[in-house]
Nanobody, 114 residues
Framework: VQLQASGGGLVQAGGSLRLSCAASGPTYNTFAMAWFRQAPGKERERVASISYNGGSTSYADSVKGRFTISRDNGKNTVYLQMNSVKPEDTAVYYC????????RGQGTLVTVSS
């Protein structure tokens, strides 16, 4: 599976952003997928995950209630809706199979200004 994240940018605290992750490959629809993030000097964090059919989701406590993960298997795309963003959400975001965070594609930078 090849993955390409997009949709990042500069946003003010309290604002919203929607990230997309386009996947290619015949087995994409069989994977649970996740969004991860990594800020400079910090450890990688799994932000959210979604089952292969979208029926189950989970979130890190740091984003619960603010972020929503979804997927459209017809478009081979995973989304991350980010609402009420905070400066501490600033990081490079990328998607990967939920159990294989190193099988990532290019990430997208999100910068939240205070």
């Amino acid at each position: 599976v090849q993955l390409q994240a997009s949709g990042g940018g500069l946003v003010q605290a309290g604002g919203s952003l929607r990230l997309s992750c386009a996947a290619s490959g015949p087995t994409y629809n069989t994977f649970a997928m996740a969004w991860f993030r990594q800020a400079p000097g910090k450890e990688r964090e799994r932000v959210a995950s979604i089952s292969y059919n979208g029926g189950s989701t989970s979130y890190a406590d740091s984003v619960k209630g603010r972020f929503t993960i979804s997927r459209d298997n017809g478009k081979n795309t995973v989304y991350l809706q980010m609402n009420s963003v905070k400066p501490e959400d600033t990081a490079v975001y990328y998607c990967a199979p939920a159990g294989k965070p190193d099988s990532r594609g290019q990430g997208t930078l999100v910068t939240v200004s205070s």
